[in-house]
């Protein structure tokens, strides 16, 4: 069974810097692509970045609001993509969620609030 689980979310302030964890299992891991994607309240859920079947820079991309802010990372060993998220900002606030393209199956999400 394919679970996927986000971790890591709470309240910081703006400038600081927090880690979502997703634990994943159910799946070959180092054979798929992991994806975060983010849902702010009153907005559509956006794409936020991504990461292949390797953690090289080639093998990631990043929606435009957060490059150079947020860094995608994988650990094979432990089944644990990793979202390193820096300089956070008050339109940071929204549920991030984990997401397996090769099975469209989505974490339950986490949230992360920024106040301004």
């Known amino acids: 069974e394919v679970q996927l689980q986000a971790s890591g979310g709470g309240l910081v302030q703006a400038g600081e810097s927090l880690r979502l964890s997703c634990a994943v299992s159910?799946?070959?891991?180092?054979?798929?692509?992991i994806a975060w994607f983010r849902q702010a309240p009153g907005k559509e859920r956006e794409g936020v970045s991504c990461?292949?079947?390797?953690?090289?820079?080639?093998?990631?991309w990043y929606a435009d609001p957060v490059k150079g802010r947020f860094t995608i990372s994988r650990d094979n060993g432990r089944n644990v993509v990793n979202l390193q998220m820096n300089d956070l900002k008050p339109e940071d606030t929204a549920v991030y969620y984990c997401?397996?393209?090769?099975?469209?199956?989505w974490g339950q999400g986490t949230l992360v609030t920024v106040p301004a």
């Open positions: 997401y397996l393209p090769g099975f469209d199956s």
């Open positions: 159910g799946f070959a891991f180092d054979d798929y692509s």
């Open positions: 990461i292949s079947i390797t953690d090289t820079d080639g093998g990631t």
